[in-house]
Every structure is written in structure tokens, then in C-alpha cells.
């Protein structure tokens, strides 16, 4: 065979049936289950033997797993060859059209191999050797496919119908069939014409593209778009989110093999396991002399044939036959392995319930010990941050208090915005909740008389910003500020000062006059304001709504925050991605074009805490599920997997949209953390030490005292110019919402 051949490998799929150990963000295609390295980095090596290394490979996978990507094929010549990349998934069928428009810009008409990355097959020269059967047929015109002669009725598998005789180098497939059941699946075993359905596809580029044009025009029209738009730098080509997420999601199965005619099997003739169970892990696995396959810190008495493996602690089996464990560090899966399929109905379960367990991995650096970081915060927090915030931080000549610092601790003279004023007073109430010795209730008063005197609109709200010579420089009276100034003036009633009641009644009715939406669908954003509506003013409101019901008591408040959680379920939480968007046109729906994919990682851990502490008052019960969805996205999706912080912001299908990781989401991470542990979910607790230590790693450690960089690049160097009062309120609530929780460690502080 000397005609080039042009080999593609698939790398997008999740590989739920191998969960607990393949994840979302971790899929089986990464993981080492052979011993021979990751299942992507076997598959290039096999095609890299094609045309004696000299044949080009390309890889089609998710842009969210790029640096995964990256890392197997780190010192791989491709041959000139690269990495696909699909800013989100749309299945098979689209994927294969971007495989033949690449090889008809790059190579011409020539033959195309189409693979998975994460099957297990024996040899180099047997796999090529059946390809080289399938290439005459291929060149000319047809489609061709491989097949397994089945050694066993297996359900998990689709299945090829093909004509011919026994010993047919190449044979007519009769018809695709789907995942039988186990009657069906002893019929076609006894049939002798039937064959598992590898997944690996042999045509000529034109074929394909003829193929699309015939079945499927509309996705080879998008692809075409799609890959015609692409940007390219030497880490690979990148698809275009705006194009690609229109191509159909549909697989090449059902696009086009299940229609085109004259489609060629060639029967394999290599040894193949696709590893899509643990049953087929424990079929290829190296066994003991008990027939066990055993991996990790594992301890087995009186058991056989059984897959038994740990990703952590000690595992300890007596007594077994025929089962699989898998242990990870945050869950335990236990079946016989003849049933060992029907994990993804565990799958299917967790992910409704909104578990965390599906859609990320645990790190492996997670801190165990509960208030591991309590010396550390307690310190920060009473010994450096206050102390300097409470005297650099506050204007004893203009009033009110300085809306940045440099990072020599001096004052900024910029304008001072009210949400920062009202965040300021409210970071010194609860500093005084949590104990805090210093001259909380002076500096509370300072912060209320400065606003009262000089952010007061004529309507009797709040003006958007202060100049600093006490002049208002912006009258807008916005909705996000009055929801900081309801959350400060909650506090500051908590702690005693006597104006914030009578304030706080004047900015509810404030509110009710000008800012509800007349529609009772939310609140506007400024008073008369139309056009672009956000979630972000919704979500403070309800936040300040739920703080006065927590001081007053009174179910007025209640009410209101019950409104804003109708329109999250109605409008802001899209329960297909688990995500909430933040830009929507005047009717609430999500705004046109790359605003209405944005969504904010922090955003989400916010959300989440407000969706507890509302079921928690409420007895929504199905709002924590939610909230669980919403952290398990966040995390999936959102985080720089350098440093572990969280992405300024992400598309609903988790492509990163800002890169920077600012400190105030590290924070609300810890909160949401806190708020669902305990919650029904899994034991949060080495998360919150974890994402504690994050955020002091690269935001608190790297700055002077009492500061923080609140700007880092992907890379994890700070980028940041300044110290942003209005950051303060975010680490003051969680870092003491934190002493709180891991109160009774014996850290003497505090």
C-alpha cells in the first residue's frame, strides 16, 4: 500500500461508563488503563507507524481539554499533522466533515482514517494490514468500515450485518444495527454474519464530502463555515464558537452510514477491545494468580476474578467473585462486573441530583486536615488586612473611604463608587459579628454619615459615584449599588448603628417607585432604563433582601428574594449546561452573539451559596440540587488548570472568554464550598482547604501585608496595578464565614 494515507483521531468523548475514574474534565482517552501510557498517546503512536512514520496524523478534540491534548502529544512529530480543535461538541458526524474539508485543503483527494482515541488494540502491523485490506475499496469511492467477529454476546457494543462468505477479505454491510439486548445479542452471535462495529472509518475525502452533500448538506455547509473561519497558531487550529455550535450535533452513524450505499467491511484482523467497561478492563488487564486485576493500594483476601483498584486510600476486599471496585478519592464504585455497563445509570442519577462526582476530579494535592488554615486567615485577617484597611483604607479628610490602594498601602485618588462605600461598611459589621477588636462601630458611622450626606439622589436613592472632592461625578442611580447598599445597611443595623433601619426602609421604597420592573419581571438597572438586562444586579439584590429578612425577620423580604428566584429559574439558569448567563435582552432572553454565551465561574459559586441559604429558609429543597449543578459547573468548566483558580469568564460550553483570575471568585468559590458541604453532597471540607490555599498561594502570599494582587494571568503572574477596595467585602465574608465553619480547631487565634 503506498498511497497516503491521512488518519484522524477522535478525542471528544466522555467515557461515563468507566466513572468513577473517567470524568468530564478528566475522560478515559487520558488516563493510562493499559499500562503502555494514556489511551490517546497509544493510538498516535500506531498511527505514527503508518507509511513509516512518514504519513501525516491530525487530532480532532475539545478545546477545553487542549492542555491535555498538548501534554500527550508533547514530543510527537505529527508529520505534518496538528491538533483540531472543537470549541464544543457537536458528536461524530461533524467532526468527520472537518476531517475531510482538512484533508481536501491540505492533501488533496486522498484515502482518510478515522479512529477513536481510547481503544486498545494489539498490533501495529495487524491494524495496518487490515487497513491496507479496506484501501482498494476505499479508493474506489466506497465507504468503508471494520468489523470484530464477536467472541461473546456483548450488549455494549453496536453491531454490522454483513454479506459474504467466511474468509472475505472484504464483505457488503447488509445494515448497522444498535446496542442489542442480551437475546438479541445471542442471535447474532449464533447468525455468524454479524460483527461488533469498531468505530473506524476508511474513505476517500471526496466521498465523505459527496456523502455530507447527499445525507447531511446542512452539516457540511456549517462545518465548511466553521473550519473556513478557523484561527491557527502553532498549538493547532481552533474552530470558531459562533460557527461550530450551529453545525448539527448528530453522529456519523446515523448521518451517513446508516444511508450511503455500497459501504465495504473489511473484518479485522486485529485483536480490539474498546475499554468501555470494567469488565473489559478486566478482560485485558494483567491478572494475579486469583484472576484479580489489581491496581493501587489494594489488599484482597479469598477473592477472584474480580477488577480491584484504588486511586488513593487503602482498599480492603474478603470474600468476592466476579466484581469491580473502584475506589477514587471522593467516591466508590461497586458492581458485579457482568453489570458493570449499567454505571452510567449511576452516572444519569448523580448528574439530576447535580452531584459534583460526574463533571470533575478531585485534586490530588487536596489538604485533608479541616482548619488547616486557620493560624493563616485569623492572622491575615486581624493582625494585617483590618488593621491597615481601617486606617489607609478609610478618608478622614474627604469622608468615606478610598476607593484603591497602591502596593505601598497609599491612597489612590480616584472617584469613590458606592457599591465600594456601601461594601467597606459592610466588610467593618461583620468584622465586629466575628470579634474583631478594632474601631469597627466608628468607622461603620464614618462610612453610613459620608453616604447620607453626599451620595443622596434627589429621588432619595443613591448616585453611582462620588468624586473626591465630595462632588457627585455620576447621578445614575444604579440597581447594583442600591443592592450593596441594602446588604451594608443590614449589617450596620446588626452591629448596633442606629441610622441604617431608617436608611435601609428608605431605600426599599426607593426601589419599589422606581426601580421594579413594571411587568413584575425583575428590576431594572437604572430607573426608566431598558434594553440589555443583567443577572449579576438580581443576584445582589437577593442577597440584600435575604440579609434583611435575616435581621428583621420580617417575610416581606422573603418575598421580594422569591421573586428574583423565580426569574433564575425561569430565566437566568439554563438547566441543559448547568450555567447562568449574565446578559439578556428587555424580555429576559439571552442576548444575541458572544454575550449571551458568557457566564462567570464566581458568579455561579455566588449563586450557589444564595440558592442554599434560601432552601434553607424557604424548604425549596431542589434549589441546593441546583446549586450543586451550578458549583460542579463552575468547576468544570471555569478553572485555569495551572493554577486551579477560577477564569474571569467562560462560554456556556466552559471555553475560557477572560483568562485573568481575579481574587474576589477564589473567595466566593470558598463560600459556595462551605454552603454545600454538609448539604446532602459529598464532604466538601478538603475542598474549602484546598481552595483556602489557592487563594493565598496566588492572590494573599505573593502581595505586601495586608494587601492582595487581585489580577493574575493564565500563567499565574500578577498583572495587577492595584488594590481594589471593593474586593475587600468578598474576603472579609469568606475567610470569617470560614473561622466560623472550622471554629474548635486548635489554632489559639481569633
Known amino acids: 500500500m503506498t498511497e497516503k494515507i491521512v488518519s484522524f483521531v477522535m478525542s471528544g468523548g466522555v467515557g461515563s461508563r468507566l466513572w468513577p475514574l473517567s470524568r468530564e474534565d478528566n475522560p478515559k482517552q487520558f488516563h493510562d488503563l493499559s499500562g503502555a501510557g494514556s489511551m490517546l498517546a497509544q493510538t498516535l503512536r500506531r498511527l505514527k507507524a503508518g507509511g513509516d512514520g512518514d504519513w501525516p496524523v491530525y487530532l480532532i478534540g475539545s478545546e477545553r481539554h487542549a492542555e491535555r491534548l498538548r501534554a500527550d502529544l508533547a514530543g510527537m512529530d505529527l508529520s505534518g499533522g496538528r491538533p483540531i480543535f472543537e470549541p464544543v461538541g457537536r458528536n461524530t458526524a461533524a467532526a468527520v466533515a472537518v476531517a475531510a474539508l482538512q484533508t481536501l485543503a491540505e492533501h488533496g483527494d486522498a484515502l482518510v482514517l478515522v479512529v477513536p482515541s481510547d481503544h486498545a488494540i494489539t498490533t501495529d502491523s495487524q491494524f495496518w494490514a487490515t487497513v491496507a485490506a479496506g484501501a482498494k ?82 452539516i457540511w455547509a456549517g462545518a465548511d463555515r466553521a473550519f473556513a473561519a478557523a484561527s491557527s497558531d502553532l498549538s493547532g487550529l481552533y474552530l470558531p464558537l459562533d460557527l461550530y455550535e450551529h453545525v448539527p450535533a448528530i453522529s456519523v452513524d446515523y448521518a451517513i452510514m446508516e444511508r450511503a450505499e455500497r459501504i465495504a467491511m473489511v473484518p479485522a484482523g486485529f485483536r480490539w477491545n474498546d475499554l468501555g467497561s470494567w469488565q473489559s478492563l478486566l478482560d485485558v488487564g494483567a491478572s494475579d494468580e486469583n484472576g484479580n486485576v489489581v491496581i493501587g493500594d489494594v489488599v484482597a483476601f479469598d477473592t477472584a476474578h474480580s477488577y480491584l483498584r484504588s486511586e488513593g486510600r487503602l482498599l480492603s476486599v474478603i470474600g468476592m467473585r466476579d466484581v469491580a471496585i473502584v475506589a477514587t478519592q471522593d467516591a466508590t464504585f461497586v458492581a458485579p462486573v457482568a453489570q458493570s455497563q449499567n454505571v452510567k445509570k449511576i452516572v444519569e442519577r448523580l448528574e439530576q441530583s447535580g452531584r459534583l462526582e460526574t463533571r470533575f476530579t478531585p485534586s490530588s494535592d487536596r489538604v485533608l486536615v479541616v482548619g488547616a488554615h486557620r493560624r493563616r486567615v485569623c492572622h491575615w485577617l486581624f493582625e494585617e488586612t483590618l488593621p491597615l484597611w481601617a486606617t489607609a483604607g478609610v478618608d478622614e479628610v474627604g469622608g468615606g473611604f478610598h476607593e484603591a490602594l497602591d502596593f505601598a498601602g497609599r491612597p489612590l485618588g480616584k472617584p469613590k463608587r458606592m457599591r465600594t462605600m456601601a461594601r467597606q461598611i459592610y466588610a467593618f459589621a461583620v468584622a465586629k459579628a466575628r470579634g474583631w477588636d478594632g474601631p469597627a462601630d466608628r468607622i461603620i458611622a464614618h462610612g453610613i454619615d459620608f453616604i447620607a450626606a453626599r451620595g443622596r439622589s434627589e429621588n432619595g436613592g443613591w448616585v453611582r459615584a462620588i468624586g473626591v472632592d465630595g462632588a457627585v461625578v455620576d447621578p445614575v442611580e444604579d440597581a447594583y449599588d442600591h443592592a450593596c447598599v441594602l446588604l451594608a445597611l443590614a449589617h450596620a443595623h446588626m452591629s448596633g448603628n442606629k441610622a441604617a433601619r431608617a436608611l435601609g426602609a428608605e431605600t426599599f421604597a426607593f426601589i419599589d417607585a422606581h426601580l421594579e420592573d413594571e411587568r413584575l419581571t425583575g428590576f431594572l438597572e437604572f430607573p426608566g432604563g431598558n434594553g440589555m438586562r443583567r443577572s449579576n444586579p438580581h443576584m445582589h439584590l437577593l442577597e440584600a433582601f435575604l440579609a434583611w429578612y435575616d435581621v428583621t425577620g420580617e417575610r416581606v423580604h422573603l418575598r421580594r428574594a422569591s421573586r428574583i428566584i423565580d426569574l433564575f429559574r425561569s430565566r437566568f439558569f439554563d438547566p441543559d449546561s448547568w450555567t447562568v448567563g449574565e446578559f439578556f435582552d428587555d424580555d429576559f432572553t439571552p442576548a444575541a452573539g458572544e454575550k449571551g454565551q458568557w457566564t462567570e465561574p464566581g458568579h455561579h459559586f455566588e449563586w450557589a451559596s444564595l440558592l442554599v441559604d434560601f432552601a434553607d429558609k424557604t424548604g425549596q429543597g431542589d434549589l441546593v440540587g441546583i446549586a450543586r449543578k451550578l458549583y460542579a459547573s463552575a468547576v468544570a468548566n471555569g478553572l485555569n488548570r495551572a493554577t486551579g483558580l477560577a477564569y474571569g469568564a467562560v462560554s456556556r460550553s466552559g471555553m475560557p472568554l477572560d483568562q485573568l483570575s481575579r481574587s474576589w471568585p477564589q473567595a466566593e468559590a470558598i463560600k459556595a464550598a462551605m454552603a454545600l458541604d454538609g448539604a446532602g ?52 465574608f469568606a475567610l470569617t464565614r470560614y473561622l466560623d465553619k472550622t471554629d474548635g480547631a486548635n489554632d489559639g487565634a481569633g
Open 137 to 218: 475499496p476505499a479508493r474506489e469511492g466506497r465507504l468503508v468500515v471494520f468489523g470484530i467477529r464477536p467472541g461473546q454476546p456483548e450488549t455494549g457494543y453496536g453491531y454490522i450485518e454483513a454479506a459474504g462468505d467466511e474468509g472475505d477479505q472484504v464483505r457488503d454491510v447488509l445494515r448497522f444495527v444498535e446496542k442489542p439486548d442480551l437475546a438479541t445479542a445471542e442471535t447474532y452471535l449464533a447468525a455468524g454474519n454479524f460483527f461488533w462495529n469498531t468505530g473506524i472509518f476508511l474513505f476517500r475525502a471526496s466521498a465523505m464530502r459527496d456523502a455530507f452533500l447527499k445525507y447531511e448538506p446542512d
Open 681 to 732: 453532597g459529598p464532604d466538601l471540607k478538603p475542598e474549602i482547604e484546598a481552595r483556602v490555599g489557592r487563594l493565598f498561594r496566588w492572590h494573599i502570599d505573593p502581595a505586601p501585608t495586608g494587601l492582595w494582587i487581585d489580577r493574575v494571568d493564565e500563567k499565574g503572574r500578577s498583572v495587577a496595578r492595584e488594590v481594589p477596595a471593593s474586593i475587600f467585602y468578598h474576603l472579609v
